[in-house]
């Protein structure tokens, strides 16, 4: 699993991404449910944040100021034109340090893209940059163990990994967050949400 190849991949669906997912509400009610766990509304950042936007259009609606991170180069491109006030980092998440504490921090069916061996620090890496009561939401692959599984979508193959469930709401314990909410959304489909919340 290699977060360039991905990002190469992100690259050739791009322009597609933008415009299929502009106006999409997938996400759009669990992003809202975590948002309501918030106290303060500073700065908020969409890891993995795409091309179209919707989530920065949620976090300037409910007063966030939104920020962006996506590894690929053509996503960020085009999330620019769409919202040029807003700041966007084109930076693979293993590498990027946060500047700042956020008091929100999504990662929406992205870093299940990460090598099995990058996931711990990168959700340590995010439970560290929460500002004291901030909120994660995060989706993840729902099995018990560690797997790395791929699959294909719009005609390319994509790697994504999973820790297991009980590692990752071990990890958030281990880093002072406790879980509000857990889902299994798209059952029998393998797919988990968690929002947790800096103690």
């Known amino acids: 699993m290699n977060p360039n190849a991905t990002a190469t991949q992100y690259d050739k669906?791009?322009?597609?991404?933008?415009?299929?997912?502009?106006?999409?509400?997938?996400?759009?009610?669990?992003?809202?449910?975590?948002?309501?766990?918030?106290?303060?509304?500073?700065?908020?950042?969409?890891?993995?944040?795409?091309?179209?936007?919707r989530f920065i259009n949620v976090f300037t609606k409910y007063g966030?100021?939104?920020?962006?991170?996506?590894?690929?180069?053509?996503?960020?491109?085009?999330?620019?034109?769409?919202?040029?006030?807003?700041?966007?980092?084109?930076?693979?998440?293993?590498y990027w340090i946060p500047a700042k504490l956020y008091s929100f921090?999504?990662?929406?069916?992205?870093?299940?893209?990460?090598?099995?061996?990058?996931?711990?620090?990168?959700?340590?890496?995010?439970?560290?940059?929460?500002?004291?009561?901030?909120?994660?939401?995060?989706?993840?692959?729902?099995?018990h163990t560690k797997s790395e599984i791929s699959g294909s979508f719009q005609d390319l193959n994509f790697?994504?990994?999973?820790l297991g469930v009980d590692a990752f709401l071990q990890i958030l314990t281990e880093h002072h967050c406790t879980c509000r909410h857990l889902e299994y959304d798209q059952y029998p489909e393998n797919h988990v949400y968690i929002i947790a919340q800096k103690t």
């Open 64 to 94: 966030f100021q939104a920020e962006g991170l996506d590894i690929s180069t053509e996503m960020i491109d085009l999330a620019k034109s769409l919202h040029p006030e807003i700041t966007f980092y084109n930076e693979d998440i293993c």
């Open 159 to 162: 790697d994504y990994s999973t």
């Open 105 to 143: 921090i999504s990662a929406w069916d992205s870093t299940f893209h990460l090598p099995l061996n990058m996931q711990e620090p990168v959700m340590k890496k995010l439970c560290d940059a929460l500002e004291p009561n901030g909120v994660l939401l995060f989706t993840c692959g729902g099995g």
């Open 13 to 53: 669906i791009a322009q597609w991404w933008q415009i299929e997912h502009q106006d999409s509400l997938y996400g759009i009610a669990q992003l809202e449910r975590a948002i309501k766990f918030t106290s303060g509304r500073h700065s908020a950042i969409d890891i993995g944040c795409g091309s179209s936007g």
